[in-house]
């Protein structure tokens, strides 16, 4: 087996489309918020020194609170426990969202750094029923794009 090098996939691929490159920015747009409003569903990774994780994060739509155009943040509800999560974030605060909508063949990728936050007012902002989460994660948005699925 072979290595390959940053420059032998430079020679094998050619270099995304204009409109491709353009597509990622640094914040969303409405298309994105709106998006992100509908979403009930997401996958999460993040990592640290120890490994990666990816992890899937549900919800009613409108779960992922859009709190302006560089920041979004939703609740950390209780699952197994293991908060691989978490612990990445705590060491490593780079993630990456991926918002998948069944039937729809466009994806919404945001990559970005998360912080774990306790604020009272964003628990309270992020309640289902009358229940508050914990803890909430807040993500700085470094890129966000939206493509088209290739099936």
Same mark, same amino acid.
């Given at each position: 087996?072979?290595?390959?090098?940053?420059?032998? *996939?430079?020679?094998? $691929?050619?270099?995304?489309?204009?409109?491709?490159?353009?597509?990622?920015?640094? $914040?969303?747009?409405?298309?994105?918020?709106? $998006?992100?409003? @509908?979403?009930?569903?997401?996958?999460?990774?993040?990592?640290?020194?120890?490994?990666?994780?990816?992890?899937?994060?549900?919800?009613?739509?409108?779960?992922?609170?859009?709190?302006?155009?560089?920041?979004? @943040?939703?609740?950390?509800?209780?699952?197994?426990?293991?908060?691989?999560?978490?612990?990445?974030?705590?060491?490593?605060?780079? *993630?990456?969202?991926?918002?998948?909508?069944?039937?729809?063949?466009?994806?919404?990728?945001?990559?970005?750094?998360?912080?774990?936050?306790?604020?009272?007012?964003? *628990?309270?902002? *992020?309640?289902?029923?009358?229940?508050?989460?914990?803890?909430?994660?807040?993500?700085?948005?470094?890129?966000?794009?939206?493509? @088209?699925?290739?099936?």
């Amino acid at each position: 087996m072979s290595e390959v090098t940053g420059d032998d *996939l430079d020679r094998l $691929y050619a270099q995304p489309a204009e409109a491709i490159q353009r597509a990622v920015l640094p $914040y969303l747009v409405p298309f994105h918020e709106a $998006y992100i409003g @509908a979403a009930t569903f997401f996958c999460l990774a993040s990592g640290r020194e120890q490994g990666l994780d990816a992890s899937p994060r549900g919800g009613p739509a409108g779960f992922v609170k859009v709190l302006d155009p560089h920041h979004v @943040a939703f609740a950390d509800w209780p699952g197994n426990n293991r908060i691989e999560t978490m612990r990445n974030l705590v060491e490593d605060p780079r *993630l990456a969202m991926l918002f998948l909508f069944p039937g729809l063949e466009v994806f919404l990728r945001i990559n970005g750094k998360g912080r774990i936050s306790t604020n009272p007012d964003l *628990l309270g902002s *992020l309640k289902e029923g009358q229940k508050a989460p914990k803890t909430a994660i807040v993500v700085t948005i470094d890129q966000a794009s939206s493509t @088209a699925a290739r099936l």
